[in-house]
C-alpha cells in the first residue's frame, strides 16, 4: 500500500487544522492506520492509530482532546483532526499502516512522504 498526506500548511495558534492520508491498494481497510509526527528538536512521536474498520482509536496522552482520527474507506483515506494547535505541534506529520496495534514507528510497514505544519503565534 502507498500513503500520500497532504493538508499541511502554516496555522496560527489556537486553529485548526485536518489532515488526510490518502492510500493506493485495495487492501487498505484490513490496515491500522497511524500518525506521528517529527520535529528537528526531537525523534519521531506516536500520535495515535485507528484500526482498520475505524472502530478501534487510540491516543498518546498528550494529544488526547485535540486530535481526533477517522478514516473513510470507501475513500482509501484517514484523517487527522487537529484542534486547539500550539508552538509544539510544529514538525512533520506522517502517516503510516500496518498489521497489528502500533504504537511505535517500528511496528509499521507503510509510510508517506510526510507533510509539514507550521503553528506561528
Not at 500496518?98 to 512522504?113: L, N, R, S
Request: glycine share 12%.
Amino acid at each position: 500500500v502507498q500513503l500520500r498526506e497532504s493538508g499541511g500548511g502554516l496555522v496560527q495558534t489556537g486553529g485548526s487544522l485536518r489532515l488526510s492520508c490518502a492510500a493506493s491498494g485495495r487492501t487498505f481497510s484490513t490496515y491500522t492506520v497511524g500518525w506521528f509526527r517529527q520535529s528537528p528538536a526531537k525523534e519521531r512521536e506516536f500520535l495515535g492509530y485507528i484500526s482498520g474498520t475505524g472502530y478501534t482509536t487510540s491516543y498518546a496522552a498528550f494529544v488526547k482532546g485535540r486530535f481526533t482520527i477517522s478514516r473513510d474507506n470507501a475513500k482509501n483515506t484517514v484523517y487527522l483532526d487537529m484542534n486547539s494547535l500550539q508552538l509544539e505541534d510544529t514538525a512533520v506529520y506522517f502517516c503510516a499502516a500496518g498489521e497489528q496495534f502500533g504504537v511505535e514507528a517500528a511496528e509499521y510497514d507503510h509510510w508517506g512522504q510526510g507533510t509539514q505544519i507550521t503553528v506561528s503565534s
